[in-house]
């Protein structure tokens, strides 16, 4: 039992309801997540803006989930792991890549596998990135603002893997289906 309340539109504080609305606009449900963030009307429309700002960056939108998904697996978060495999199928990643992000296993693809490291680099070394592993990265085809792109990534990310750490939020089965290649229910 988690410390914390998993609000709905109709228990959520003053503010978070309106958010809640948003945050289901775009996923067609209540992600958990988003349902314990509540609790904090602040903290939950910030992570819906980071959210959407991320998808403004100008890495692809497999890009996007293979940075997130990346650090949700090093953070060991199950419910984001869950959710960035249903949206990597989204964005039309194949069920091999997504295991090999997940596993850390190499990837077909040597641009995807640069940032896969590059990501995995940022979050080990808590920023402090090697110049020669920065220029790898550049050299593999990203550019200088990418790479405070994926710092960007990993900042939200590690909002959302630490909150649901302490939430103890559950995958919902919409994500949970969307993951293993199923239409939501």
């Not at 692809?60 to 869950?82: D, I, K, M």
């Not at 085809?141 to 103890?168: C, D, I, P, R, W």
Request: glycine residues 6%; charged residues 20%.
């Amino acid at each position: 039992m988690s410390l914390f309340t998993q609000h709905t539109d109709m228990t959520a504080p003053k503010g978070a309801a309106d958010v809640l609305a948003k945050t289901k606009e775009r996923y067609g449900f209540i992600p958990n997540l988003a349902a314990f963030l509540a609790e904090s009307p602040l903290v939950l429309d910030a992570t819906l803006n980071l959210v959407g700002a991320f998808d403004k960056t100008t890495l692809t939108p497999q890009e996007q989930q293979l940075v997130l998904l990346t650090v949700s697996a090093l953070n060991g978060c199950n419910y984001c792991r869950t959710a960035h495999t249903a949206l990597g199928r989204m964005a039309k990643m194949d069920g091999a890549t997504l295991k090999a992000i997940v596993a850390f296993d190499p990837l077909p693809d040597r641009k995807l596998n640069a940032l896969r490291d590059f990501t995995r680099k940022v979050v080990e070394e808590r920023g402090w990135v090697k110049e020669d592993e920065v220029r790898a990265f550049l050299a593999a085809g990203y550019t200088k603002a990418q790479v405070f792109e994926v710092v960007m990534g990993v900042a939200m990310k590690t909002l959302t893997n630490y909150s649901n750490h302490l939430a103890g939020a559950v995958p919902n089965p919409e994500f949970v289906a969307m993951a293993e290649g199923k239409a939501a229910a």
